[in-house]
Nanobody, 119 residues
Framework: QVQVAESGGGSVQAGGSLRLACEASGSTLDIDRMGWYRQAPGQAREFVATKTTSGRTNYAGFAKGRFTISSDSDKKVVYLQMNSLESEDTAVYYC?????????????WGQGTQVTVSS
């Protein structure tokens, strides 16, 4: 089992910045990647960014150039630096931890952290 804990959400004005953090604990030996998804009211959860333990990153189109995903040296904590925030970025942000690869991969989710951007 892997436990996932997010932090760093809050309220900010448009154009501002926030930094989210996600820590994985428990059976973390086989983590393949960690990343972020978000869900706005009335909308489906959508991909934001991921980073594999090998260092490969992937971003959604809306995140490119504004958001940066990074991790600490032991790769059990991942950060999402969000700059130039817009009201459309308002959502609950969820951390995802993928353990294993391919058909054997298992996803773990945090409870989410609210990000509110006011215009």
């Amino acid at each position: 089992q892997v436990q996932v804990a997010e932090s760093g959400g809050g309220s900010v004005q448009a154009g501002g910045s926030l930094r989210l953090a996600c820590e994985a604990s428990g059976s973390t030996l086989d983590i393949d990647r960690m990343g972020w998804y978000r869900q706005a009211p009335g909308q489906a959860r959508e991909f934001v960014a991921t980073k594999t333990t090998s260092g490969r990153t992937n971003y959604a189109g809306f995140a490119k150039g504004r958001f940066t995903i990074s991790s600490d040296s032991d790769k059990k904590v991942v950060y999402l630096q969000m700059n130039s925030l817009e009201s459309e970025d308002t959502a609950v942000y969820y951390c995802n931890v993928a353990v294993g690869v391919g058909m054997g991969s298992v996803d773990y989710w945090g409870q989410g952290t609210q990000v509110t951007v006011s215009s």
